[in-house]
């Protein structure tokens, strides 16, 4: 099973950007699902995550400009970053627990925000 990251990109702060993580393989059945961030020298952290319910819960720093969502036909998680910001610089992780498998980690999909 594997987890393709994509939609980071440079963009202007107070842009938007859409990111998009699809799981393919052998699925069976995902768990939670969500978006976490690194910054340069900074550890990973939690951005954005949602249940197999849909329960979400976010980062204070994004509450209320970022979008979690997800499409179960498609085992896909989204990230609707809108009001985007220079801190919000940083790579892109999506992260999914899949009822077979486990934990498993995107390979990470660079957001770069300009000033």
């Known amino acids: 099973v594997q987890l393709q990251a994509s939609g980071g990109g440079l963009v202007q702060a107070g842009g938007s950007l859409r990111l998009a993580c699809a799981a393919s393989g052998r699925v069976f059945g995902v768990r939670d699902m969500g978006w976490w961030r690194q910054a340069p020298g900074k550890q990973r952290a939690l951005v954005a995550e949602v249940t197999g319910r849909c329960n979400t819960n976010y980062a204070d720093s994004v509450k209320g400009r970022f979008t979690i969502s997800r499409d179960n036909t498609k085992n896909t998680v989204y990230l609707q970053m809108n009001s985007l910001e220079v801190e919000d610089t940083a790579v892109y992780y999506c992260?999914?627990?899949?009822?077979?498998?486990?934990?498993?980690w995107g390979q990470g999909t660079l957001v770069t925000v300009s000033s």
């Open positions: 992260k999914a627990v899949f009822t077979t498998w486990g934990l498993r």
